[in-house]
């Protein structure tokens, strides 16, 4: 079952840090690209980020750069978001998706999303 | 930066045809995909490069892109549709639509 696993939410205060986790299962993971997407309550979706599957190409959202950085580790299946200097407004659930393969420049969808992580910035 | 707009909802009834437009600039000349979410549960994607559908997703479930508006149609809509549709593109960055909400009365 191809599956995406989500881990590394919690509650942090405005300036700190966290890194999510997303542990990638039942595809070969090294062949697609990947993203972050997140969720802040009540609101719509808000894509994050992009990493190709060789981690040649990097993009970011506006609202994150110079702050967030993704990254992932093929030889461990796993997708990675280290967020500094968070914000109160980068409280959301966020989601990691697959892309849907092809490594087509733009993107044509994601068709898999995981069941999200919760960060919560609050002092 | 690069918009994509959507309304905010849509009211459809059982067995009707629903559609849901999403607009932006040349968005033709652009790939969309359409994600529904139900709540509490994470997005699904139900169209993928303007008109695909995923294994698994109905053919009910149709897209289209042209000009300066995709949309996503269901026909003979059923009350399991109803949920929040997005769309999304990409421009030199990822960009999602407001969202929509599906009511199937």
């Known amino acids: 079952e191809v599956q995406l696993v989500e881990s590394g939410g919690g509650s942090v205060q405005p300036g700190g840090s966290l890194r999510l986790s997303c542990a990638a299962s039942?595809?070969?993971?090294?062949?697609?690209?990947m993203n972050w997407v997140r969720q802040a309550p009540g609101k719509g979706l808000e894509w994050v980020s992009y990493?190709?599957?060789?981690?040649?190409?990097?993009h970011y959202a506006d609202s994150v750069k110079g702050r967030f950085t993704i990254s992932r580790d093929n030889s461990k299946n796993s997708l990675y978001l280290q967020m500094d200097s968070l914000r109160v407004e980068d409280t959301a659930v966020y989601y990691c998706?697959?892309?849907?393969?092809?490594?087509?420049?733009?993107?044509?969808?994601?068709?898999?999303w995981g069941q999200g992580t919760t960060v919560t910035v609050s002092s | 930066s690069y918009e994509l707009t959507q309304p905010a909802s849509v009211s459809v009834s059982p067995g009707q045809t629903a559609s849901i437009t999403c607009s932006g600039d040349?968005?033709?000349?652009?790939?969309v995909s359409w994600y529904q979410q139900k709540p509490g549960q994470s997005p699904v994607l139900v169209i993928w490069?303007?008109?695909r559908r995923p294994s698994g997703i109905p053919e009910r479930i149709s897209g289209s892109n042209s000009g300066n508006v995709a949309t996503l149609t269901i026909s003979g809509t059923q009350a399991m549709d109803e949920a929040d549709y997005y769309c999304?593109?990409?421009?030199?960055?990822?960009?999602f639509g407001g969202g929509t909400k599906l009511t199937v009365l």
């Open positions: 998706a697959k892309d849907v393969g092809g490594h087509l420049w733009p993107p044509r969808g994601m068709d898999v």
């Open positions: 039942g595809f070969t993971f090294s062949s697609y690209e």
């Open positions: 990493i190709s599957s060789t981690s040649t190409v990097i």
């Open positions: 040349k968005v033709g000349d652009k790939y």
């Open positions: 490069q303007d008109t």
């Open positions: 999304q593109a990409w421009d030199t960055r990822g960009v």
